[in-house]
């Protein structure tokens, strides 16, 4: 059987969101570790791959947050081991620092929706080369990450020149949030001090990096399928065979067409058949293989990958 891959939580509202569902899709086994609440981590020996999520707490405090000292060290054996190894804004400066890296103080915040630009590296690597135009993703950060040396920089912007880097085909860290939907987005823009901390942020810091609240939700619409992409990349990292369509599926302007509900049923690797049922929004090539995303009754996005759909027909 194979081994689980492991999402390491850092605070209640930080949860894995459409990376989940990419790997549920995919029938790739996951669980979710709830690192604040104090439990131990399972060992590298126990898990088939690492992907550690954002936080409001700093990479450099684990005097107040005793829990991040142990998945650094996890983090570096997970690395040493070869599996695949992904970190997100939090995620990503902590992997950076775990390999010979160092975290520090970014000298804006960026909060919001901001583009990326891909540097010469990105342009030619898997994940990142399909884009047609430069993307843009959901921001949260005042730190940002100086990658170890060999680190390889795939995207860059104007207030954060380090978005996203490369150690192998396999390890990859990024300052942004592709994971995000609307819902999770709403979610953080409902706790508790987040309108205080978002003016008193554009007070100390020009508008260009922080956007007002309304504007998070609004844009999200828009850019939704530049972290849709990306998370659709991401996830064949943890399973690479890409196999030989099954099905016959419509074509795409078919499959696009606004209104056209779609019923599908994916096999995941324990040879189940997984439902899915609701309206394309995109499709296209992504990391080798390609998907189609659908947007289910509750409004949440699913990345599919066209090879594991054993049925495919209209509602």
Same mark, same amino acid.
């Given at each position: 059987?194979?081994?689980?891959?492991?999402?390491?939580?850092?605070?209640?509202?930080?949860?894995?969101?459409?990376?989940?569902?990419?790997?549920?899709?995919?029938?790739?086994?996951?669980?979710?570790?709830?690192?604040?609440?104090?439990?131990?981590?399972?060992?590298?020996?126990?898990?088939?791959?690492?992907?550690?999520?954002?936080? +409001?707490?700093?990479?450099?405090?684990?005097?107040?947050?005793?829990?991040? *000292?142990?998945?650094?060290?996890?983090?570096?054996?997970?690395?040493?081991?070869?599996?695949?190894?992904?970190?997100?804004?939090?995620?990503?400066?902590?992997?950076?620092?775990?390999?010979?890296?160092?975290?520090?103080?970014? +000298?804006?915040?960026?909060?919001?929706?901001?583009?990326?630009?891909?540097?010469?590296?990105?342009?030619?690597?898997?994940?990142?080369?399909?884009?047609?135009?430069?993307?843009?993703?959901?921001?949260?950060?005042?730190?940002?990450?100086?990658?170890?040396?060999?680190?390889?920089?795939?995207?860059?912007? +104007? *207030?954060?020149?380090?978005?996203?880097?490369?150690?192998?085909?396999?390890?990859?860290?990024?300052?942004?949030?592709?994971?995000?939907?609307?819902?999770?987005?709403?979610?953080? *823009?409902?706790?508790?001090?987040?309108?205080?901390?978002?003016?008193?942020?554009?007070?100390?810091?020009?508008?260009?990096?922080?956007?007002? +609240?309304?504007?998070?939700?609004? *844009?999200?619409?828009?850019?939704?399928?530049?972290?849709?992409?990306?998370?659709?990349?991401?996830?064949?990292?943890?399973?690479?065979?890409?196999?030989?369509?099954?099905?016959?599926?419509?074509?795409?302007?078919?499959?696009?067409?606004?209104?056209?509900?779609?019923?599908?049923?994916?096999?995941?690797?324990?040879?189940?058949?997984?439902?899915?049922?609701?309206?394309?929004?995109?499709?296209?090539?992504?990391?080798?293989?390609?998907?189609?995303?659908?947007?289910?009754?509750?409004?949440?996005?699913?990345?599919?990958?066209?090879?594991?759909?054993?049925?495919?027909?209209?509602?």
């Amino acid at each position: 059987m194979l081994k689980p891959v492991l999402f390491i939580q850092h605070a209640p509202h930080e949860h894995p969101a459409v990376f989940k569902r990419a790997l549920d899709a995919m029938g790739v086994r996951n669980r979710i570790f709830r690192a604040f609440e104090g439990q131990p981590l399972p060992s590298v020996d126990e898990i088939g791959g690492l992907i550690s999520l954002g936080g +409001p707490m700093s990479a450099n405090d684990e005097a107040d947050h005793w829990w991040l *000292l142990p998945e650094l060290i996890l983090m570096k054996r997970v690395f040493d081991r070869g599996l695949p190894l992904v970190g997100i804004c939090l995620g990503g400066q902590m992997l950076a620092r775990t390999l010979g890296g160092k975290v520090i103080q970014n +000298p804006h915040p960026e909060i919001g929706w901001f583009q990326v630009h891909r540097t010469e590296l990105g342009l030619k690597d898997l994940i990142f080369k399909e884009f047609q135009t430069e993307p843009s993703f959901y921001q949260w950060h005042y730190d940002t990450f100086l990658p170890p040396e060999g680190a390889q920089i795939l995207a860059e912007s +104007p *207030l954060c020149p380090r978005q996203a880097y490369r150690m192998n085909e396999r390890t990859y860290g990024f300052q942004f949030h592709p994971e995000v939907d609307y819902q999770l987005i709403h979610e953080w *823009l409902s706790v508790d001090g987040t309108d205080e901390e978002i003016l008193q942020a554009k007070m100390a810091h020009h508008e260009e990096c922080v956007q007002e +609240p309304a504007l998070h939700l609004n *844009l999200s619409k828009n850019f939704q399928i530049d972290s849709l992409r990306l998370i659709s990349g991401l996830s064949s990292l943890f399973r690479p065979d890409i196999e030989r369509v099954r099905v016959a599926l419509p074509n795409r302007e078919e499959i696009l067409q606004p209104g056209k509900i779609w019923s599908m049923t994916v096999q995941d690797g324990f040879e189940r058949e997984f439902p899915i049922m609701g309206r394309a929004l995109a499709e296209f090539a992504v990391g080798g293989a390609r998907f189609v995303f659908i947007q289910d009754a509750s409004n949440l996005t699913w990345p599919v990958r066209e090879d594991l759909i054993l049925q495919f027909s209209e509602v």
